[in-house]
Nanobody, 124 residues
Framework: QVQLVESGGGLVQAGGSLRLSCAAS????????MGWFRQAPGKQREFLAA???????IYADSVKGRFTISRDNAKNTVYLLMNSLKPEDTAVYYC??????????????????WGQGTQVTVSS
C-alpha cells in the first residue's frame, strides 16, 4: 500500500520560510518523479515543482527562485524549501508521485499517488 505523508506545514509570517517534507512508503521511491502541488480555497490544484529520479527539477514561474525541491532517496523523502513566503502562498500543500520519466510532470493526472496535504498559512 502506497503512502505519502506530508509534514512541516504551519503558520508563518510573510517573508518567512518553511520546509515541507513528504515521506513515501510502499513504492520504489527512487524510480518515481515526485511533485509538489497546492490548492487554495475555491481554486484549482496548482503545480509548484517536480524532481525526476536523476535529480533534475522544474518549477512553476510563480515559485521559481523562492522554492527549492529536493529528494533523499535513502530516506524515501522529498522536500520543499519555501523562502520569502507571501500571503498568497497560503494553501494546502500536497506531494505526489508520478511513475513516468516522460511527460510534463506539471499536470495532476500524471501523478498516481497523493498525500493527504499539509496546511501552510502565511500571515501579512
Amino acid at each position: 500500500q502506497v503512502q505519502l505523508v506530508e509534514s512541516g506545514g504551519g503558520l508563518v509570517q510573510a517573508g518567512g520560510s518553511l520546509r515541507l517534507s513528504c515521506a513515501a512508503s510502499g513504492l520504489t521511491f527512487s524510480s518515481y518523479t515526485m511533485g509538489w502541488f497546492r490548492q487554495a480555497p475555491g481554486k484549482q490544484r496548482e503545480f509548484l515543482a517536480a524532481i525526476i529520479r536523476s535529480g533534475g527539477s522544474i518549477y512553476a514561474d510563480s515559485v521559481k527562485g523562492r522554492f527549492t525541491i529536493s529528494r533523499d532517496n535513502a530516506k524515501n523523502t522529498v522536500y520543499l524549501l519555501m523562502n520569502s513566503l507571501k500571503p498568497e502562498d497560503t494553501a494546502v500543500y500536497y506531494c505526489a508521485a508520478d511513475p513516468t520519466t516522460w511527460g510534463t510532470h506539471r499536470r495532476t493526472y500524471e501523478y498516481n499517488y497523493w498525500g493527504q496535504g499539509t496546511q501552510v498559512t502565511v500571515s501579512s
